[in-house]
């Protein structure tokens, strides 16, 4: 199969696997793999949930844990396989979050760059995904694509992509602002409407070292992009990240990730039924 040719029916291969249980919600069984979804809060500046970040838990057929960040480096290189894991993770994310007891709130997703391509080149994409959206009772304007690793990607194709979300008040992030791929270059040329400070910058507020964390939250604002301050895991840097501007919070010492209490939502549970049967 031509993936980037026959979105419809990749698409559809994905929608055929999904099963549901009292444990993980729902969740897709692939290759030997089990994947399923927890959940990360996002607070804002007065504490309250501002949104959720949807991270992949993924099991190996003994039921040993598998680990996200390796799975996903190995097939970084394999567009096809990226595309399917990727767009694996965001379904059955987004079925989890609209039961969830935070579906009103904004649902924050870790895209890869082909999807962005696919998005850019192919209207079907986007009208699936918007359609999609809407069966499962959820907004466009609810979703946060985060864009991880993009090294070597063919930037206007993002960049088209990005577009064509924007246009459905679908917004984007660039996560882990300071690592080795997500520079101050690619920030000021994607813009996105969300900046997600990496752990990295944010570890150094421990110790007093403000300079980068400043940069990281004056950058964000100066392209009108709201700054999300990643990896907290104390009280001290919490209120230094407050300190020093950072719109959002996010990080163990607020919240873990978890599964996400499920809540009974009567008025879609026939759209979801279709979801599963034929493509969205």
Known sequence: MDFMNDYARLHQNIIDLIEQDAEYGFYIIDQGLTFTSVFQPIFDREHNIYGVEALARIY????????????????????????????????????NFSYSCHYDKKLFINV??????????????????????????????????????????????VLNGIQKLASFGIEVAIDDYGSAYSTEERVRSIKPDYLKIDKSIVDLLAAFKYSKFHHAVNLGHSIKAQTIAEGIET??????????????????????P????SVARPEILENTARFRRRSI
Do not use: W
């Open 235 to 256: 009280k001290a840097v919490f209120e230094r990240c407050m300190a020093s501007g950072a719109d959002y919070f996010q990080g163990y010492y607020l919240a873990r």
């Open 60 to 95: 190996d057929a003994n039921g040993i844990p598998v680990n996200p960040h390796d799975y996903f480096e190995s097939i970084r290189h394999d567009d096809e396989s990226s595309a399917i894991a990727t767009l694996t993770c965001a379904i059955i994310h987004m079925l």
């Open 258 to 261: 978890e599964i996400l209490k």
């Open 112 to 157: 890869t760059p082909v999807i962005f391509e696919i998005l850019s080149n192919h209207d079907i994409a986007v009208d699936t995904l918007v359609r999609g959206l809407k069966k499962i009772g959820l907004s466009p304007a609810q979703l946060v694509y985060e864009i991880i690793e993009f090294e070597g990607r063919n930037l206007e194709s």
